[in-house]
């Protein structure tokens, strides 16, 4: 696991958000519509693998057969390296399924982080199952060439009205899917955790009973009264 990844793991999707927008200036990077096939394996950091679809032209339709010598997906999944998120632009379309549970299991006992895509996904029950992380739009029995063609793979795509580049992180939690510039994603990580508990700190003042103004954002006083609290070790208050 890289330093990049495991400090973007400590920060919750939430945070990453806002410290995109606020420090870089970044407000479409929450990918839109999407859920956790299995409520129980949604947590995940990673470097993008994208794939994209195009709508089907049918003359191309046998190259998108598992068995066809010229298909994308199946090197995709045997050759990308472990720990990584497979990420498809499906075009939104939700009526089709990108992948189902063998491929899913496949990608779990290959070592991947996720997958992610703004299609749907077949084999829902199974999926529920599989201790891997799966976000989609939605369930759907159809395979994806019924409608789509899988034709490009580590290209520039987006997802759910996100733009998202080859190596780019990724990182889904309960909250959704979020996808940091690798550039700035140390950066991202270690300011989020910084945001993360100084926002903790000020969650036990809430329940205390303390009011809002001053506290929550915390202004310079109480910004004080936190620093001074961890060079304390953080006492229970």
């Known amino acids: 696991m ?3 990844t495991a400090a973007l793991g400590k920060v919750s999707t939430p945070t990453l958000t806002t410290v995109m927008m606020r420090d870089h200036g970044l407000n479409n990077t929450a990918i839109r519509d999407v859920f956790a096939c299995n409520r129980n394996a949604n947590r995940f950091v990673g470097p993008a693998i994208t794939g994209r679809y195009l709508p089907l032209r049918e003359d191309m339709k046998p190259a998108q057969y598992l068995d066809h010598a ?3 997906m199946t090197p995709l999944i045997e050759d990308a390296a ?3 998120v497979l990420i498809f632009d499906a075009n939104g379309r939700n009526d089709v399924g990108i992948l189902g549970g063998n491929l899913v299991m496949r990608m779990k006992q290959r070592g991947f982080a996720a997958t992610v895509t703004d299609g749907g996904m077949r084999d829902l029950p199974e999926l529920a199952e599989i201790d891997f992380p799966v976000f989609a739009t939605a369930s759907a029995a159809p395979p994806s060439f019924t409608k789509l063609m899988l034709v490009a793979v580590g290209e520039a795509i987006s997802c759910g009205g996100v733009p998202v580049f080859n190596d780019d992180y990724v990182v889904g939690d309960s909250e959704g899917v979020v996808v940091v510039p690798r550039d700035i994603a140390m950066a991202v990580a270690t300011a989020g955790q910084e945001m993360d508990h100084i926002e903790g ?3 036990r003042r809430l329940a205390k009973g303390e009011a809002l103004p001053g506290l929550y954002p915390p202004d310079e006083q109480v910004q004080a009264d936190y620093q001074a609290w961890v060079k304390a ?3 229970d208050f």
Do not use: L
């Open 2 to 4: 890289s330093d990049i």
């Open 70 to 72: 010229d298909n994308v």
């Open 82 to 84: 472990a720990g990584s």
């Open 201 to 203: 700190y000020v969650h």
């Open 233 to 235: 070790g953080e006492p």
